[in-house]
């Protein structure tokens, strides 16, 4: 009996380590691989950046891991990025189609469609339309400067207070946003923002938590009553708020006449229901999960000096200024890259088979672009592992743009926002320094810059005190 029981156990352990996963010939090195979980344990799920860190000391810029059964690919540093993102780009410009973002999500859009012709569509269409809204021009500049009025009232009403900034920059953000697509602006506690935003918040929690690492490894327990389901709840509680919109814009609408990014969806969706060779769904939930904008504790003196003298008898910045603002430039880029706010990018797979640093990569392979590893490149920046504006000033205290920067990815599928991302960081910035000094409480203790990890890295709550400059 004992005999059977010790033979029965060596069989199972023996199935057991036949199924575990193993990589193919000439497949990117990684750690050794466990049955069932990969190599789940490597990765602290609450922020796995450290661990992918320590993988990419002993693996190399291009290596692979496990979760579950399913293998991925995770890209590392400048050249190797640079290889797949853009010399490579159509080979890696796929997106995965089987995981819980993709379910919860349904639709496809931009940001989920798989490389092809919806998703060329798609960029195409809103790429356009934001131009036709303004991006690039005036009137971009002058809806980011209306809401930036409304920050300046509600910091204005907080002169002398401690306040907590985080969910007002989420607002701005938002509402710059929701000007375009739905030619409207929100209170900063009205129901439908506020709504959304907490939805987006908690799906992107689950995103990044340990339930969707075992519902992208193990198919059968999808339908399951598992913690994922949440975000399924919460995506429909969206949705439901945004069809609301989307019902009111069909019936007060003049076709041929857009008053926003909405009304050109519904034109484009009539053309294309004539000509029906393109499929467009609507993503516009998606652009929810926009820019935090981070303000570092750093020489604001020396920003405010520049702005002074730049902005000398103008009733405000214009987003041109920037041109005689090298430390102002420098400042907002090198917030970005301590920032590293999308740090995983947005999962990438391969279109075909493909080599990558001499890899051979399979058709189909999920990939990670480890953006914190460009960003914080040693050789690639005069102080990478601190917060100097240095980084993007020449000798001549001009500002200059490395290589490795590139917080918005690079290649065909890199941010579709960066103009619009780019324009609100400048002009927020600059007013509010203008206008604020920022101060440190004194009661507060000392500032925890530990971020937290989610779809985009995010500061702790945090305190701020805010008093007049002048
Ligand atoms: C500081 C702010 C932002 C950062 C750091 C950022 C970063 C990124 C990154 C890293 C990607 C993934 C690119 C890739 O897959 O290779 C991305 C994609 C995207 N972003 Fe942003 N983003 C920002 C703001 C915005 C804004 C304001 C919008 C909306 C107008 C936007 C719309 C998109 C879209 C639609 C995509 C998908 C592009 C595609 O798949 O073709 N982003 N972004």
Redesign the pocket.
């Known amino acids: 009996m004992f005999l059977s029981l010790v033979l029965l156990g060596l069989c199972i352990c023996f199935i057991i380590l036949q199924l575990r996963p193993r990589r193919p010939k000439n497949f990117p090195p990684g750690p050794p691989v466990l049955p069932i979980l990969g190599n789940l344990l490597h990765l602290n799920p609450q922020n796995p950046l450290e661990d992918l860190e320590k993988l990419r000391k002993s693996y190399g810029n291009v290596y692979s891991l496990f979760l579950g059964p399913k293998p991925i690919v995770v890209i590392n540093g400048v050249k190797a990025m640079k290889e797949a ?1 853009v010399i490579k780009a159509a080979e890696f410009a796929g ?1 995965p189609q089987d995981t819980i973002v993709n379910d919860v999500f349904d639709v496809k859009g ?2 989920l469609a798989d490389y092809g012709t919806s ?1 060329r569509e798609h ?1 195409r269409f ?1 790429l356009m339309t ?1 131009r036709n809204f303004g991006l690039g021009k005036k009137s971009m500049e002058d809806r980011i400067h209306d809401e930036i009025q409304h920050t300046i009232k509600t910091l204005d009403e907080s002169i002398g207070r401690t306040l907590c900034p985080q969910v007002m920059f989420h607002n701005v ?1 938002s509402n710059i ?1 929701c000007q375009v697509l739905f030619g409207t602006r929100y209170e900063y506690d009205d129901e439908f923002v506020t709504t959304i935003i907490q939805c987006v918040t908690e799906i992107t929690k689950i995103f990044n938590g340990p339930w969707a690492m075992l519902y992208d490894c193990l198919p059968f327990i999808r339908n399951l009553p598992l913690p994922f389901n949440k975000a399924f709840k919460n995506i429909k509680r969206s949705s439901d708020l945004v069809l609301r919109l989307l019902n009111e814009h069909k019936n007060t609408r003049t076709p041929g006449e857009p008053r926003d990014f909405l009304d050109c969806y519904l034109d484009e969706m009539e053309k294309v229901c004539e000509n029906s060779q393109i499929t467009i769904s609507d993503d516009i939930l ?2 929810f999960s ?2 935090t904008v981070s303000l570092y504790e750093t020489d604001k003196k020396q920003c405010q000096q520049e702005i002074d003298q730049v902005l000398e008898g103008k009733d405000q910045a214009c987003f041109d200024d920037r041109h005689q603002m090298p430390y102002m430039q420098a400042v907002i880029h090198e917030s ?1 890259r301590i920032a590293n ?2 740090s995983l ?2 999962f ?1 797979c391969t279109t075909k088979d493909t080599e990558l640093a001499g890899y051979s990569i399979p058709k189909g392979m999920m990939i990670v ?1 480890n ?1 914190s590893t460009v960003l914080k490149e040693e050789g690639q920046w005069k102080y990478p592992h601190e917060f100097n504006p240095d980084n993007f000033l020449n000798d001549q205290g001009e500002f200059v743009k490395p290589d490795a920067f590139i ?3 690079a ?1 065909p ?6 103009g ?2 780019r324009m609100e ?1 400048f002009l927020i910035m600059v007013t509010l320094l203008r206008k604020f000094k920022f101060i440190w409480p004194e009661d507060a203790g000392k500032p925890d810059y530990t971020p937290i990890f989610g779809v985009t890295l995010t500061p702790k709550p945090y305190p701020m005190k805010v008093q007049h400059r002048l």
């Open positions: 993102m997106r931009v940001i998703w960029r809103a934001l953000a946003i998606h652009y926009v820019s970005q706010t999308v990018s947005i990438h672009q953006l917080p918005f990815s290649g599928r890199m941010c579709l926002g960066e619009l991302a960081l």
